[in-house]
């Protein structure tokens, strides 16, 4: 195997080496074209991948939110409960 290109890898091949082990399932069980933890696509049958469909779900599924919905998600709503007996 060869060691990426000066530079790192691929923009298309970065996006994809960042899914997930389930992401990358997902797309093999839509597609037939299995993925690497590196982003490398390949197929047992050969033949070109569906990339459009393969970098859109990619593109979804790494998608950074934005740093007001993280927020929300983490900070204390204020809402208090007192549960003590």
């Known amino acids: 195997m060869e060691p990426p290109p000066k530079g790192g890898l691929p923009a298309s ?8 082990p389930g992401d990358r399932a997902a797309i093999e069980g839509a597609t037939g074209y299995s993925l ?3 982003g ?10 569906p990339w ?3 970098m859109a ?8 939110q934005p740093a007001e919905e ?4 983490s ?5 208090h409960v007192d549960v003590t007996v």
């Open 36 to 38: 690497s933890p590196t």
């Open 40 to 49: 490398a696509v390949t197929s047992g049958s050969g033949g070109v991948p």
């Open 70 to 73: 993280t927020q929300k998600a």
């Open 13 to 20: 091949q970065q996006v994809l080496s960042k899914l997930t």
């Open 57 to 64: 779900f990619a593109a979804s599924r790494t998608a950074v």
């Open 75 to 79: 900070a204390d709503d204020g809402n």
């Open 52 to 54: 459009s469909f393969i």
